[in-house]
């Protein structure tokens, strides 16, 4: 998988937002952003990476475009910094929704499935637009894709002294097998390919931690290609999804998950290691 490098649309970007609002509605701007495209059949997902910038007037002008959920929501945030990315990265997400549908951000409207996982409500079901986001700390990744599920994930690579414990709580039998057969200097980067390609997938089937973690396998050895490798009984190969890892960021990695359709291909018509030298930068 790969995203190409984007450095003037990465410009254009931080100066303004594509498809801004009508009306004279206040329109925070993205800051520092990286976009491309994964091409898969003959549609192409749309993958945007951004920095939370929380200063007091982005916040301000951000609250202003979320619904009163959205709102009470944030509230619930312990610490101001959680609170302010929350809102920023939803704000941004309505943004890139509305520019997409052709509507104002705040004329967004959001439903959520059983499991918790965002949708656009039933008057959007024309666009066939789905998506999805995951943030770290203050970095943003949206997933945009028409007609079909689409699951992504970023996690910070650190140091976790626990993580041998976590892989054999959270990974499958074949998973935690493979972890603990890394060299030592691998282990770090394997525990975080795997976790983010697990969360990636949960969150395109819109389960969440509801589906069972042992129920499907995920390669995880640096250098190896990210596929699924097994949905319970069926081989990941006729799974009907399709998994890409790519590096959104220095010190940061990723997971896209995307449904299939049955007539499609295997491959996806673009190199397989995604290297984002996104404008973001350490």
Known sequence: MSIYECESAARTARNS??????????????GEVATGNLFFAAEAIDVVVTRLNVEAKTVHASAALLSNAERQRASRFALDRDRNR??????????????????????????????????????????RLRFNVSHSNDVAVYAFALGREVGIDVEAVRVMNDADSMAARFFSQCENKAYLALDSKDKLMGFFNCWTRKEAFIKALGDGLYYPLDRFDVSLAPGEQARILRVERTPGNACGWELHSFLPGPGLIGAIVVRKFADELVSWACPEQLALRSMLRP
């Open 17 to 30: 937002v594509r498809g801004a609002p009508k009306g004279g509605e206040i329109a925070p701007t993205l």
């Open 86 to 127: 929350f809102i920023i990265a939803r704000s941004r997400l309505r943004q890139m929704l509305a520019a997409r549908l052709g509507v104002r951000p705040a004329s967004v409207e959001l439903v959520y499935g059983t499991r918790g996982k965002p949708a656009l409500a039933r008057r959007f079901a024309r666009s």
